[in-house]
């Protein structure tokens, strides 16, 4: 059965988990994290391209696990920015992850995030339902926590003409928080920017893909098992291949 929450819990206020396809008695679940923007205390708009652009997304991860019991839901921000140490992105995605715990109970759970989506998916990916994360073209700071990270399988992909957030801090990220305990790997994306729409068919495939592959539904690709593998072992660096 398909069911979708309303846009807030009974008795007003906030709700951050949304759900656009929620089977009976899920056994795993995905949450899809659009951008936005550094500061910007204002809600999104009703006409939201950040979390348009993240539609095709949610299709190719719904293709990608049909005939699995799998729930499938987006955050919904209380604000547009980030703001600072407020980090309001990632306070929404562990609200969304509380109210999927309290409903699913503790399921596996990848988080699917792009840009300001991407930083909140690996902010909040300590929460214990979270065993991996694709973070999209994802805003990395140099001063971002990755500790919290251990354990997790973190897949990142970025383009190589993004002229927003800057690949070689997804570098310097992916190899700060493999050396903490994460097992990290990734895509470089040629020709496409940070909106995704060079390549868009790319961009989804893959994402479905490693989706289904960090929830067991299928094999990982074969670059990334192995060089998620040599990392388990220790052996390994961080393997960023073209896409």
């Known amino acids: 059965m398909d069911r979708r929450t309303a846009g807030s819990p009974a008795g007003g206020g906030h709700r951050a988990l949304e759900w656009r396809s929620r089977p009976e008695s899920p056994s795993a679940a995905v949450l899809v994290l659009h951008g936005g923007q550094e500061n910007g205390e204002r809600p999104p708009g009703p006409v939201n391209l950040p979390g348009l652009r993240m539609r095709g997304f949610v299709r190719a991860v719904q293709r990608g696990t049909s005939g699995a019991e799998v729930a499938i839901g987006t955050v919904r921000y209380r604000c547009r920015g980030w703001n600072g140490d407020r980090a309001d992105a990632a306070r929404d995605t562990l609200a969304a992850l509380a109210d999927l715990a309290e409903e699913l109970g503790p399921v596996p759970t990848v988080l699917v995030g792009h840009s300001m989506g991407g930083r909140a ?38 383009g190589d003409r993004d002229r927003v957030t800057d690949p070689a801090d997804t570098d310097l990220f992916a190899a700060r928080a493999r050396s903490g305990g994460a097992l990290v790997a990734g895509y470089r994306v040629a020709g496409s920017g940070h909106a995704l729409l060079r390549r868009a068919g790319d961009w989804h495939r893959t994402t479905a893909v490693l989706t289904a592959g960090l929830l067991g539904l299928r094999g990982l690709p ?22």
């Open 222 to 243: 074969v670059e990334v098992a192995a060089a998620l593998e040599l990392q388990a072992q220790q052996e390994g660096g961080l393997a960023l291949p073209l896409l």
């Open 121 to 158: 998916a690996l902010r909040a990916a300590g929460h214990p339902c979270v065993t991996g994360v694709v973070a999209l073209a994802p805003w990395c700071p140099r001063e971002e926590p990755y500790e919290h990270l251990a354990g997790r399988r973190v897949l990142m992909l970025h």
